[in-house]
């Protein structure tokens, strides 16, 4: 069983009838159920607005897989949970990061990059089409997926180069956008999707729904979390795999801690 | 005429009685000799310890490639200060980052990992293997590189996968390190090199300094800096490259900036 | 069930009596026993000396990772079924290659460069460091393994550069080499390990019969076969997702294929 | 001074009116004419038509950057000469592939892929995007390319993923395509380059003929040449850089050769 939990900033949904009407429970509700049509993965649900932001560090260490939607309140999320998130996914959290989560704290530590694109909120036509048909995250998707009525996010999308090209999207008004793609960071797996965009039932078509699905068990690792991945172990002379013998000058005592 | 500007902590020099005798006139200078060998690269030199580390914003903008060296210092380094750089490399300018400067924030926020590895100093031998041969950093080495008296770093090193893995190294008690990588983080080009602990004449060493004048000129990006790279532009309905009509639900009025 | 493939060149088995002593049933038959300690793996074997080198299009068909040991005999394994082999690992076939088989007209082809090394064959101490030990391929695996004797492959190894690389290896005699590495052709997952020299009993070590079991999970890929993948199929006017008409001079009369 | 050298395919021109109209001295002829607007590159050309297809080892040997056009006749290029010019890339020669060439043997060689793609000749709209504006390649080239006419070139394209994709096409009739995309082999740098249907005047618009000239300037590789790239030197037990003495069973004796 894959213990996904699915993040959501949850705010629009409370200040904007059209958003509310689309998702009633929430944007995060709407995912979390979207996950639990695979028999094989348990969603639970998380919000800006719980203490800790509902993301204190048990929970994480028994997350799996975190899905993250935000939008409007990026700055409002604390670095100290910000910080937690990014060393759980170093220990192996899968973390799938959606729509407009480009620009939230998370995404941008994790990538090292701005993360920026264009944007345009005119309610046109996208077609997803899909590079590699091989992938998990892809499977029982066709060749290309249409969203009637979608937010532009147009390149250039200011990311590193990714671990793998899925997905690009073909925009009414005339963009493109890599709108899938993965990375690794220490030993979590990273998904990046585009669709996602409050005001329009995107979390409500079955393709998408699927991606989600995929996605989830795509990133999640079922390794070992790698506890101390941020550790710098020293060595000690009389333990190196070869024999050794001190030479030289050394700044560092016998046992001493290094520099951070 | 490429501007190269050598970061030194500048800590050591003064506090330990080795590297002040190696390095009399601090890393920094003896760093900034080494690269002024070509003539077509001006160097000057910057320390943690001047008003904003020697790195205010003018200085910055007219610097093509920055080289970082610290150790004990890294949380000493201003936070303003570190994303100042990290703005300056999305926009262009190139990175050099050697040795223990593997754990500095700048070089951790650019990579989004821990970047931790293993270390061990024993003064043993380091042999540094060229895997591309054919790489601008690689021109005027020979199959391998010999450090004689070296500290140990070790993998696991965990950073996100380089574009190039150009050096690979053999240590003496046993070890393998990915001692020269390069990575791409919006415009700027960033090669990190492990060679360098203070307490061994490494930056003295012919080829260590070849390697180094190679870089600054591969690390150097003559495109005009990439100005508002970190910036979300809306593309008004009207300036779409295909004639758009607005449809469906938005967030945002016209001309509104998106949230961040 | 993941059905694997194990195909030796089964030649110095028979031709020196140090490999027969270590391998009297044959290298493949060595590898693919240990494939059969894992209850969902069942292995099968093939060599050059059956028809079609024991590779018909229907065996391959119903293989879904295929492990490939050869040495002396690489110009004999013919092109049509090298051709044959690649087609299948771009419609989804894992590919493990072994050893020497670096050299083999099958892993040339997929890589697109030299797969050239240095070597020496002295029985020195070979250790392999992981670099990644989140990987699938890693687990089970400590920090590294020892092998006692081994034969030296050495950087530069002219391959692309990687989707990961997984392992790093330290030489007794002073090289170090990628001895472990992913990348992805078409559909097709390929892994190569460096360690099998047919002198030692290499494959009669726990920890390398663990890595090939779990080199045969990752690179199973359960995603239907990509029929078609080597075809440039035309979308005519008609069928374009966006009405379009026909403009401007073509070469190609309606329903032509393509030129190749 | 870069040596260019533009090959043509050469039949088009001399068999189809619309294309002889548009390219009267041979579509290599226009495109070797744009590259020595550039002062710092001489250009010259041959053609599938010449004894070697104007390949000769020698001229093979006095070329910097190799640029590809090929499309009705790739199955005439003569296997001798694919390889010679295949090893002449892993040796350090730059390689622009155009267009249609992306189904040549010499592509799909240092591919390793099927190199596949769907296609339609409707004469549509075509908008590259630059996906990164700091790219050499990008150079004097403003956020996007239209051209008007233009042959659809869609995903999926199987290709191996790139160093980096540089641009991305908008199809007026509804598909993307990853149009410009960078590769290593070897030492030789590869860059793919979609536009340039025939029957279109895609050769003759400025923007496409910076791009080319900057892709020369990019793919050139100022390093020696590798010569014996695809040899396997064997480091005899004396030359081992740590002293080493023979150990266990071998199969090869001093100073012979590996198996190919």
């Known amino acids: 069983m894959i213990r996904a939990l ?4 949850n705010v629009h949904e409370h200040s904007n009838a059209a958003v509310a009407k ?3 429970d929430g944007m995060h509700a709407t995912i979390a159920a979207a996950l639990r ?3 094989g993965i348990e969603a639970d649900t998380a919000t800006l607005q719980e203490p800790e932001h509902g993301l204190p560090e048990a929970r994480l260490k028994n997350t ?3 899905l993250w939607w935000g939008h409007k309140a990026h700055g409002d999320v604390a670095d100290a949970v910000v910080e937690r998130v990014q060393n759980r996914v170093w220990g192996g959290m899968g973390l799938i990061v959606l729509h407009s989560a480009h620009f939230s704290k998370l995404f941008k530590r994790l990538m090292g990059t701005p993360c920026s694109l264009k944007w345009r ?6 077609r997803i089409w899909v590079v590699d048909r091989s ?3 892809a499977q029982g998707i066709g060749d290309a997926i249409e969203i ?3 937010e532009m996010y147009g390149e250039p999308f200011t990311v590193p180069e990714p671990m793998q090209t899925l997905f690009i999207t073909w925009y009414e008004g005339g963009e493109v956008f890599r709108s899938g793609m993965t990375w690794q960071r220490g030993a979590g797996r990273i998904f990046y999707f585009a669709p996602g965009h409050e005001t329009y039932p995107i979390y409500h ?3 998408i729904r699927q991606i989600l699905r995929n996605a989830v068990r795509w990133a999640h690792n079922p390794a070992p979390a790698w506890h101390g991945i941020a550790e710098a172990p020293n060595v000690p002379v009389g333990n190196a795999p070869e024999g050794l013998t001190q030479k030289g000058e050394r700044l560092h005592a016998d046992g001493e801690a290094g520099y951070r």
């Open 6 to 9: 699915v993040w959501g900033e």
């Open 22 to 24: 689309i998702y009633p």
């Open 37 to 39: 049509d695979d028999a």
């Open 64 to 66: 799996d897989v975190l």
């Open 121 to 126: 909120e005119a309610g046109e036509r996208e």
């Open 135 to 137: 992938h998990p995250i």
């Open 148 to 150: 009637p009525h979608t």
């Open 205 to 207: 078509q079955p393709e």
